[in-house]
T-cell receptor, first 114, second 111 residues
Framework: DADVTQTPRNRITKTGKRIMLECSQTKGHDRMYWYRQDPGLGLQLIYYSFDVKDINKGEISDGYSVSRQAQAKFSLSLESAIPNQTALYFC?????????????FGPGTRLTVT | KQEVTQIPAALSVPEGENLVLNCSFTDSAIYNLQWFRQDPGKGLTSLLLIQSSQREQTSGRLNASLDKSSGRSTLYIAASQPGDSATYLCAVRGATNKLIFGTGTLLAVQP
């Protein structure tokens, strides 16, 4: 089984709709991240969480909100989707302790807002 | 503000060639640098992680180097294969513990 899973994998929605993207991890990591990827722009950080009670905004948090329901679950919500939120969304985790600090990514959710 | 640049943006080589992908970053105060591979429409697969105290890491046909003082890293791929075709991303982790990504190099290995 994959260590970091995302649901749904693909979603098409209409402008103004509320949508939630979910992320689950089995690695036991404390830190979880949400990124979006747009062609030619690389990955940009939306929100990150160091533990259940610690949520932080990233570079492009406007129009998004998150919920850390448990150590293993981190959800990203678009309260009122708009077309320029069409992108590939990635969830990632990192181990808080240890020297490696290697980041692990989920398979991504392709979101299209029409 | 940390900025990460990857050159070239795209590269096409014949099968069997050795090749080098470049990554540069503006702030040398990093904890580590990570190279990823991304296949079209797919997630990121971690290839190599180099800590700031290390000079290079090797995994199979891949070798990544890090020169922190000059703000540069290279990913060397030996004896390239068509299956190596993908986008390669580098990312640096700094004091904020966030990963800052480059925009990637799209590699095509022609059979």
């Amino acid at each position: 089984d994959a260590d970091v899973t995302q649901t749904p994998r693909n979603r098409i929605t209409k402008t103004g709709k509320r949508i939630m993207l979910e992320c689950s991890q089995t690695k036991g990591h404390d830190r979880m991240y949400w990124y979006r990827q747009d062609p030619g722009l690389g990955l940009q950080l939306i929100y990150y969480s160091f533990d259940v009670k610690d949520i932080n905004k990233g570079e492009i948090s406007d129009g998004y909100s998150v919920s850390r329901q448990a150590q293993a679950k981190f959800s990203l919500s678009l309260e009122s989707a708009i077309p320029n939120q069409t992108a590939l969304y990635f969830c990632a985790t990192i181990e808080a302790q240890g020297a490696d600090y290697e980041q692990y990514f989920g398979p991504g959710t392709r979101l299209t807002v029409t | 503000k940390q900025e990460v640049t990857q050159i070239p943006a795209a590269l096409s080589v014949p099968e069997g060639e050795n090749l080098v992908l470049n990554c540069s970053f503006t702030d040398s105060a990093i904890y580590n640098l990570q190279w990823f591979r991304q296949d079209p429409g797919k997630g990121l697969t971690s290839l190599l992680l180099i800590q700031s105290s290390q000079r290079e890491q090797t995994s199979g046909r891949l070798n990544a180097s890090l020169d922190k003082s000059s703000g540069r890293s290279t990913l060397y791929i030996a004896a390239s294969q068509p299956g190596d075709s993908a986008t390669y991303l580098c990312a640096v982790r700094g004091a904020t513990n966030k990963l800052i990504f480059g925009t990637g190099t799209l590699l095509a290995v022609q059979p």
